[in-house]
């Protein structure tokens, strides 16, 4: 038994919080930044484009290799199979970390405070919910303890 819940069949509750979040990162940096007064507004742009730029590339490639495995939701798919070839070979969740680093490159090029904050919290979150996916995808793959402890869950030979 888990302390993370489910928040629902197939873990719709923690997609919910992470559109929530997301959008808050999006809005909140649209409508309160800049507000980083002590970063240099020409460094945060061109960090967080360059952020904004990785995001959307690793999130793309992990949607790709994920193919008829995709899915938004913590719970696999019943006619998914498990991939470990790809971006997948160095990286458990890609598509969380290209999540992550897009709305961090936003917040900076936002300049925005909360909006920095909020992605933090979103991190938390992404985290939180690859611990539940990950539950779910021992219980599926019999393979995936092995493939989990020799691949680095969203950063490659660190985290």
């Known amino acids: ?12 509750g923690w997609f919910a919080l992470q559109v929530v979040l ?3 990162v999006a809005v909140t940096g649209f ?3 800049p507000d980083l007064a002590d970063m240099p507004r020409l ?3 061109v ?11 690793v999130g793309f490639v992990g949607i790709r290799h994920l193919d008829r495995a995709l899915t938004p939701l913590p719970r696999p798919i019943e006619t998914g199979t498990m991939v470990e070839h790809g971006i997948y070979r160095h990286l458990r969740h890609p598509i969380y970390l290209g999540v992550f680093a897009s709305a ?3 917040a900076l090029l936002m300049a925005s405070a909360i909006s920095v904050v909020l ?3 979103l991190g938390m979150l992404l985290d939180l919910k690859a611990r539940r996916e990950e ?4 219980e599926r793959y019999p393979a995936y303890a092995r493939y989990a402890a020799r691949t680095r869950k969203f950063v490659p030979r660190v985290y």
């Not at 489910?6 to 719709?12: C, I």
């Not at 539950?135 to 021992?138: A, D, G, K, P, Q």
Request: no cysteine.
């Open 31 to 33: 409508l309160l930044g």
């Open 119 to 121: 992605t933090l919290a």
């Open 47 to 57: 960090i967080g484009v360059a952020l904004l730029a990785l995001g959307i590339v």
């Open 135 to 138: 539950l779910w995808l021992h």
């Open 104 to 106: 961090l490159g936003w």
């Open 22 to 24: 997301l959008a808050a």
């Open 43 to 45: 460094v945060a742009g």
């Open 1 to 12: 038994m888990s302390l993370l819940p489910s928040l629902g069949p197939r873990g719709e």
